[in-house]
Structure formats: structure tokens, C-alpha cells
């Protein structure tokens, strides 16, 4: 077998693995308000509307999203039926597609074993492992626009005519790049074309503000991934009126602008998350930005000294200054929210990746730093691990600690802890020793294995042992009330909580009657169906002006109410 061929299959092992840990058990657990439910909802009134043009939400326009991602949901959900796992599938079909295009490009740009260490990194990784298992936007409009950024710097290497493994022509790689930045844009927003954008200026101030792409280059680029999105913007425009638009312009300038109630942070949250979210690459990337301290690394900065127009040094130039663009824009803007770094999840595997090469050619050492944080970072998930467990069995014991009397009905959820849930935290300890003893002893091959192949299984595990037990104290009790309305045609009203879940779980049909939304009809007006009321304990005050509501039961901090005929 040559060597093209092995890497080929290579590649589809790389799909597999991703199959064997992103497929199972998307419907383990029940979506997550807000952003889950939110986007499949939006999917299901697709389907139930059959309107797949304008995205809807309560079957009213919905300004905040482009439909693309939305659009793999419905196709999901009309294969699949209407369910968590549909709703999921498309970012673990995502990450499929990830580790194969980082295994590939590595390959390309290194070798395979360097392909491995970046597809690894990734896979093992805490946040980027769990993004393939949800149901949010944001893996595949990250996949777009890192895509899309590569081949802008593969039309610049092969316009300088640099000797690396290219085979297409400039202008297709700066055609794909359009392409690729508008799917981005069409996926979530036109933040798809501001960072890769960013990236490129930052790039220029590198380069002396010299022209590296020209203007009009830049203004095709700009163009094409303008107009992928215009499809569909202009379609939407032509049969619904340019609202849309103007509203999802707005929404774009306030997310930006203002931190939304619920979603401010301090000033280093997003290199908190990176750090202790990105776990055990973060400790890896980490070390490409400290200062050697060896003999043999002094002779890699030496060797770098020589190589600056080499690709691999540019390339992994382009890597820092997108990690830098994407933690800094996010610093700035004051919504704090995870997901919104997830971009630097590529660049931060790829510089893990590259302390790990350089560890494997003995070009870099393997410190006391690197051990400490290893050791530290894990250690802060071991004892989390470990402690849950207890407290679960103890719920009682934290109610004290708590002032808000929702958080404290929360507690009295019945969640079965057996225990065997430190399991996990047991096994990332033995992972910790055996590859720190493996590094230690020059094992680098040996010590990514264990570290990353380990850390997937231990990812997988810890969703198995505790997602769905946390969320039986967080919103089951709601869920499944809705889930018991899914055959009643009826409103559902949430009261003092923002949430979509009764309009996913309860499957409300599209109304009929002109006053659905009001909800001063649906409390005092001739409503044509049932009405429902849920609130949370806390909240339950408030609804005493309402003598009209009768109060079924209550559970676990929700209130659920029955409109009185």
C-alpha cells in the first residue's frame, strides 16, 4: 500500500473514531434551554409550518439566526422524526467531518503523525469534545470560517509561489474561501467574515502593511461571501419584506455593544474557559507561547530564525494571531457567553499540536510547568468529580448555602447516585500518572495516547455519569410536564423564566386564533383551548393576582397552573 493510500485510509479512520464517540446517546438527555431548544424548535415549526424559508420560533419570526444549521436540523428531523437526536446529529456529523479535515490538513502540512497529534488534540479536549455533542450553532459555523481563513493563506502561499503541498490554482482556493466564509455567515452571522477579516489585518500590520493580497483580491473575497448569504437574505426579502434584515442587523450591533442580563463576565473569562474548558490541549498550546528554557530549544528558535518564509512557520504564525483575534474580540465584547472562543478551539489544538511534535523530535522538554498544570487543571476536575457524587447523595446539606428558593426546591429532585459516578475521576487520575510518567521518559507517543485517546473516553464517560442526573435537578420536572401536554392541543405560558422547552416538548401546534399571543387573552379572554401557567417557586407571588389559575402541583422549584374554565 503507498503512502497516499494509507494516509486515505487514515483519514476515515479519523471519521470513525469520531463516529464511535459523537453518535451514541444523543438522545440520552433532554435539549437544553436556552440556545438547544431553541434552534430545534425553530427546525420542528419548519416541519410543522412547512415554511423552511423564514426561521420561526412560537410560529412568530425569528430575527436572530440565518437558517442554514437549522436547515440540517429539519432534514434530520424528517428522517429521524422530531427528537433530541435529530436535533443533535448534525454537529456530530460536525465533528466526523472536523477530526477528518484536521488529520488531513496536518498531514498535508507536516506529516501524518502530525495530522494524529492535532486530530488528538482535539478529539481528547473537554470543550471541543462536548460541542459535537449538542445541539448548538457553533461547531459548524466555526468549521466554516476556519476553513475559509486556511484557504485565504493557501491562496497567499501559492501566489508567493512557496514550496508548499498546494495543487490547485490561487483564484480556487480564493473562490472557496468566499464560499466557505459565506456558508459561515449564512450559518450564524457575519461575525463569519468579521474574525477571518480581523485575522487578515492583523496579519498586514505583520507584514509592514504591505499589500500580501491585493485590494481587489480582497474585494472578491469580500464578495463571494457576501453572496452566498444573499441568496437567501434577498429570497427572504423578496417574499416577506426587508424585516429580517433590519431586525437581525440590530440584534448583531446590541449583541456587541451591550452584555445581555444573565450573560456578563469578568474581564479574563474567556482565557479562564480556554484554559480550564480546553483541557489537557490548553496545557500543551500553552507552553508555544512561554519562553524556551532548554539547550535543545535554543536551537529551535535558532532553526526557526532561518525558516521564517517557511510555510510551516507562517502557518503557524496565522494560528497565534486568529487565537489572539478570537480571545480578544470576545474579551471585548460584553456578553460573555462560552461558545463565543469556541473558534480558537483550531488554533489552540494546532499550537498543542505543535508542542507535541516538538516533544516527539526532543526539541522541547517536558517541564515541571507542564506537569504542575496537568496535575492542577485535572486535579480541579477529579475533586468535582468526586464531590458530586457526595453531595448528590446529601442534596439536603446545600441548602443552606443557597438563598434563592428555586436553587433550594431544585435539591429536592430524586436523582439516583450510586456512587460509581467518581469512576471517572479515578480513571483521568491513572490517565495523569501513566502519561506524565510516559513523557518524562522521552515516551512522547506513548504520553499523547494515553493523554488524549484516554481524555475522549474519560469525556464520554463523565456525560454518561452525570449529564443526566444534573439535569434532573435543572429542568426535568418542567420537561416532562410538557411532554405530558404533547398530545393536548393547549397553550402553555412560562411565567418570571425565559424558556422554549414548552414549545418543543409539548409540540404546540401552529395557532389558529388571531389573540394566541396576547397573553391578557389567554388569562382573562373566551380562550380556544386549555391554558397552562408554569413558574418558578420564587415567582408564584406574582401570580396571585390571577385568581382565574388554579395550582396543580408542584416540583422541584416549578409551579405548574391550570387555567379555571
Given at each position: ?10 483519514e ?62 429539519a ?8 427528537g ?20 488531513r ?5 507536516y ?14 479536549s ?6 459535537f ?14 476553513l ?11 501566489k ?7 495543487h ?7 473562490v ?6 459565506g ?12 474574525l477571518?477579516?480581523?485575522?487578515l489585518?492583523?496579519?498586514w ?7 500580501y ?6 474585494l472578491?473575497?469580500t464578495?463571494i461571501?457576501f453572496?452566498?448569504?444573499l ?11 426587508p ?15 451591550t ?7 469578568f ?6 474557559v ?14 508555544t ?8 530549544s535554543q536551537?529551535?528558535?535558532?532553526d ?10 507562517d502557518?503557524r ?33 494546532y ?47 446545600l ?5 434563592d ?12 447516585w ?18 506524565i ?18 481524555g ?52 404546540k ?20 383551548k ?36
Amino acid at each position: 500500500m503507498n503512502d497516499k493510500h494509507k494516509q486515505g485510509r487514515n483519514e476515515w479512520v479519523w471519521v470513525a473514531r469520531g463516529a464511535l464517540f459523537f453518535l451514541p446517546f444523543l438522545g440520552g438527555v433532554h435539549l437544553f434551554d436556552w440556545d438547544e431548544i431553541n434552534f430545534a424548535e425553530i427546525a420542528r415549526e419548519m416541519l410543522a409550518t412547512g415554511d423552511y424559508l423564514r426561521p420561526q420560533i412560537d410560529f412568530q419570526a425569528f430575527y436572530q439566526k440565518p437558517p442554514l444549521f437549522i436547515w440540517m436540523q429539519a432534514l434530520f428531523m424528517q428522517v429521524f422524526g422530531v427528537g433530541e437526536t435529530a436535533a443533535r446529529l448534525p454537529n456530530a456529523v460536525c465533528g466526523m467531518l472536523t477530526l477528518y479535515m484536521l488529520y488531513r490538513l496536518g498531514s498535508r502540512l507536516y506529516n501524518p503523525r502530525f495530522g494524529a497529534l492535532w486530530a488528538g488534540s482535539y478529539l481528547g479536549s473537554v470543550l471541543p469534545f462536548l460541542y459535537f455533542k449538542s445541539g448548538i450553532i457553533d461547531p459548524w459555523f466555526n468549521l466554516f470560517i476556519f476553513l475559509g481563513l486556511t484557504q485565504v493563506i493557501f491562496f497567499y502561499w501559492k501566489k508567493e509561489g512557496w514550496a508548499a503541498p498546494l495543487h490547485r490554482s490561487p483564484g480556487w482556493y480564493m473562490v472557496s474561501a468566499g464560499i466557505l466564509v459565506g456558508l459561515g455567515i449564512l450559518t450564524k452571522g457575519p461575525v463569519a467574515y468579521l474574525l477571518p477579516v480581523l485575522a487578515l489585518g492583523v496579519y498586514w500590520l505583520y507584514q509592514n502593511l504591505r499589500f500580501y493580497i491585493s485590494v481587489p483580491q480582497v474585494l472578491l473575497f469580500t464578495a463571494i461571501a457576501f453572496l452566498v448569504p444573499l441568496v437567501w437574505f434577498g429570497t427572504e426579502a423578496a417574499f416577506n419584506g426587508p424585516a429580517f434584515l433590519t431586525e437581525f442587523t440590530k440584534y448583531q450591533f446590541r449583541l456587541f455593544s451591550t452584555a445581555d442580563a444573565g450573560h456578563k463576565g469578568f474581564f479574563g473569562y474567556h482565557f479562564f474557559v480556554l484554559l480550564i474548558g480546553c483541557f489537557p490541549a490548553s496545557v500543551f498550546a500553552l507552553r508555544t507561547f512561554l519562553r524556551k528554557d532548554t539547550a535543545a530549544s535554543q536551537t529551535e528558535e535558532d532553526d526557526e530564525e532561518d525558516e521564517e518564509a517557511d510555510y510551516h512557520a507562517d502557518f503557524r504564525r496565522w494560528m497565534k494571531i486568529l487565537f489572539w483575534v478570537v480571545l480578544i474580540l470576545f474579551t471585548l465584547v460584553g456578553t460573555k457567553i462560552v461558545h463565543y472562543s469556541s473558534l480558537a478551539y483550531f488554533p489552540l489544538t494546532y499550537l498543542a499540536a505543535y508542542a507535541l511534535h516538538q516533544l516527539l523530535e526532543r526539541k522541547l522538554v517536558f517541564n515541571r510547568l507542564m506537569k504542575g498544570l496537568l496535575w492542577g487543571i485535572g486535579g480541579v476536575y477529579m475533586v468535582l468529580l468526586f464531590t458530586l457524587p457526595f453531595l448528590g447523595r446529601n442534596a439536603a446539606w446545600l441548602k443552606p448555602l443557597f438563598n434563592d428558593p428555586f436553587a433550594q426546591a431544585n435539591l429536592d429532585a430524586q436523582v439516583h447516585w450510586s456512587g460509581l459516578e467518581a469512576l471517572p475521576a479515578l480513571f483521568l487520575g491513572v490517565l495523569l500518572f501513566l502519561s506524565i510518567r510516559a513523557f518524562q521518559r522521552d515516551l512522547g507517543w506513548l504520553g499523547f495516547r494515553i493523554l488524549f485517546g484516554g481524555g475522549a473516553i474519560f469525556i464520554f464517560a463523565t456525560l454518561i455519569f452525570f449529564v443526566k442526573r444534573v439535569e434532573g435537578y435543572s429542568q426535568r420536572a418542567a420537561v416532562e410536564f410538557f411532554q405530558g401536554k404533547a398530545d393536548e392541543d393547549c397553550y402553555i405560558l412560562t411565567h418570571g423564566y425565559k424558556s422554549y422547552a414548552h414549545l418543543f416538548y409539548a409540540r404546540k401546534r401552529k395557532p389558529l386564533h388571531a389573540q394566541s399571543h396576547d397573553q391578557q387573552w389567554l388569562l382573562y379572554g373566551n380562550a380556544d383551548k386549555p391554558v397552562y401557567v408554569v413558574a418558578k417557586i420564587h415567582k408564584v407571588d406574582e401570580l396571585k393576582e390571577f385568581p382565574q389559575l388554579e395550582e396543580i402541583y408542584r416540583k422541584n422549584g416549578f409551579v405548574f397552573y391550570q387555567r379555571a374554565k
